[in-house]
C-alpha cells in the first residue's frame, strides 16, 4: 500500500470522516438503541437478583439548574422554587427506598456519582437527606470514590466544608471556557476569578481531587481563546480534565437555538481546536485518556489507563470497575449484566411513576452474549486504541467487519496485522469510526449520534 504523509493522511481523514455522526459509546448497545417497553417489574427483578457480595456503583441524577445554559444538551430544567426542589428530594428519597428493600441488605457501594444538571441546587440539607435515606440500605466501601458535578458560580468555602464533611471527595467544575465574550455566547458568564474561588474552597475543605470539565467548537472560538483556555487551566492544575466537543442540535434542544450558528467553527477548525489542546496539555505533564480526557500521570486515571484497566461508561473514562450501576433520578441510567434500563426523562411523569409504582423505568435494552463481546471490542477500542480479534473468531462472526477494516487499513487510519487493530497516531481522533465498524445496530439507527469530531 502507498504511505502518504502525515499532513495529507490529516487532511483525508479530517474530510472523510470528522463530519460523520457516529456514537460517543459510553455503551453497548447505546442508549439511541433502547426500546421504549421496558417496564419496571423487569426493573425490579434484575435489583433483586443483584448478588449479595456485590460491590455496585450508585448515580444519582438532579435535573435543575437555576439558568439554562445556550449549549446545555442535558436533562435539566431552570427551577427557582424550593418546593420544587423539595418535592424532587422526597421523590428521590422514595426511589432509594424502593431500590433498598428490593436489593440484597447492605450492598457495598465503591462508586457514588451525582450529575445534572447541577447537584448542589438541592442544598446541603437535600444532600444529607440523600445520603441517609441510602446509607439505611447501603454500605460505603472503605475506598469509596464520592463524586459531584458543580457549577463554579454556586460554591463558596462553606459549601465546600459541608460537601467534604458528607464524603465527597471528587468534583468536576463546570468551567467550558475562560474568555468572557464567549461565556456572553454560549450564556454562562463565570469569571476566571469566580472559578479560581472554587477550586481554593475546595482544596481548602479538604477535596483535593478536582476536575474540569471544557467546550472546544463553541461560537466565536479559535486558536487564541483554545490557548487561553489551556494556560487558565494549566495555572490552576485540575487533577483531570474532560475536553468534549460543543454538539450542536437545535432541533432536539430548544435552547442551542440561541447559539449563533454562523459563529460556529467548521469541521477542519474544530479538528484544529482539539489537536490544540491535546498538544499544550501533554506538553505540561497530562497524559492524553482516550478521545477527549486528560489526567496528571499519578492521578488513577492515568494510572488506570497505562495498566490497561480503563473503562468507559455512562460518567465517560473511569476507573470504576463495578459491574452493577444503579442509577436513580430522572432520566438515569441503571447497568445490569444483561440489561441497561432508563428512568423516565419528564420530571412529573417521573415522580408520578416513582409515587404510583416505586421504579420509574420505561425504556432500555436486553443485553446478548453477542452484545457482551461486541462491547468489549468496542471499550477496548475506545480505552485503549488496540484490540486482538483472535478470541472473539469462534463466537462472532466478523468477516464482514474484517474486510470493512482492511479498507480503513489502506487509508491509514489503523494498522490491521496478524488479527490486531490498533489505531494510528494520526486515526486515533476518529476511533469512533473504526468502534462503529463492530455495532450490529448502527445500519438500523442512525440517528441521535454526535459528530466524530
Known amino acids: 500500500m502507498t504511505i502518504q504523509p502525515p499532513t495529507i493522511l490529516k487532511q483525508n481523514f479530517i474530510d472523510r470522516y470528522a463530519g460523520r455522526n457516529v456514537p460517543r459509546y459510553t455503551s453497548y448497545p447505546t442508549a439511541a438503541d433502547f426500546r421504549n417497553d421496558l417496564t419496571p417489574k423487569e426493573h425490579a427483578i434484575r435489583i433483586k437478583n443483584i448478588a449479595p457480595d456485590s460491590r455496585i456503583s450508585v448515580y444519582l441524577h438532579v435535573p435543575f439548574c437555576q439558568q439554562l445554559c445556550h449549549y446545555c444538551g442535558c436533562h435539566t430544567k431552570v427551577v427557582r422554587r424550593q418546593e420544587i426542589i423539595t418535592a424532587y428530594v422526597d421523590t428521590l428519597v422514595k426511589e432509594i427506598e424502593t431500590v433498598g428493600n428490593l436489593a440484597p441488605n447492605h450492598l457495598k457501594i465503591g462508586h457514588l456519582s451525582w450529575g445534572g444538571g447541577t447537584p448542589s441546587i438541592i442544598g446541603i440539607e437535600g444532600i444529607r437527606r440523600v445520603m441517609k435515606a441510602l446509607q439505611r440500605y447501603f454500605d460505603a466501601a472503605e475506598d469509596m470514590i464520592h463524586a459531584m458535578e458543580l457549577d463554579p458560580r454556586l460554591l463558596n468555602a462553606e459549601f ?56 472546544y467548537g463553541l461560537p466565536h472560538q479559535g486558536l487564541d481563546e483554545i490557548r487561553l483556555n489551556c494556560q487558565e487551566t494549566l495555572r490552576l492544575s485540575p487533577d483531570r480534565i474532560a475536553c468534549f466537543g460543543y454538539a450542536h442540535l437545535p432541533e432536539r434542544k430548544a435552547n442551542q437555538k440561541l447559539i449563533d450558528e454562523s459563529a460556529l467553527p467548521q469541521t477542519k477548525e474544530r479538528f484544529e481546536q482539539a489537536a490544540l489542546i491535546a498538544e499544550i496539555l501533554q506538553q505540561n505533564g497530562y497524559q492524553a485518556i482516550g478521545i477527549d480526557h486528560f489526567a496528571k500521570t499519578d492521578d488513577l486515571l492515568a494510572v488506570a489507563a497505562r495498566e490497561k484497566k480503563l473503562r468507559r461508561n455512562f460518567q465517560g473514562y473511569t476507573t470504576d470497575n463495578e459491574p452493577i450501576l444503579i442509577g436513580l433520578g430522572a432520566s438515569a441510567i441503571s447497568t445490569f449484566s444483561d440489561a441497561y434500563i432508563q428512568n423516565i426523562a419528564d420530571i412529573k411523569n417521573y415522580s408520578r411513576a416513582i409515587e404510583e409504582q416505586g421504579l420509574a423505568s420505561f425504556r432500555g435494552i436486553d ?86 469530531i
Open 160 to 215: 465546600a466544608q459541608n460537601l467534604f464533611d458528607i464524603g465527597v471527595n471528587r468534583t468536576s467544575l463546570g468551567v467550558q471556557d475562560f474568555n468572557p465574550h464567549i461565556q456572553k455566547a454560549i450564556g454562562r458568564v463565570q469569571p476566571i476569578e469566580q472559578v479560581e474561588k472554587a477550586i481554593l474552597a475546595l482544596r481548602q475543605a479538604g477535596i483535593s481531587q478536582v476536575n474540569f470539565d471544557l467546550l
Open 367 to 452: 443485553i446478548s452474549q453477542e452484545d457482551h463481546l461486541r462491547g468489549e471490542i468496542i471499550s477496548a477500542l475506545m480505552c485503549h486504541f488496540a484490540v486482538d480479534l483472535t478470541p472473539y473468531d469462534k463466537s462472532l462472526s466478523l468477516e464482514d467487519e474484517k474486510r470493512e477494516l482492511s479498507h480503513l487499513e489502506e487509508e491509514g487510519l489503523i494498522q490491521f496485522q496478524q488479527n490486531r487493530i490498533e489505531m494510528t497516531d494520526a486515526g486515533r481522533p476518529f476511533v469512533r469510526i473504526v468502534a462503529a465498524v463492530f455495532d450490529s445496530y448502527r445500519k438500523q439507527k442512525k440517528q441521535g449520534f454526535s459528530r466524530a
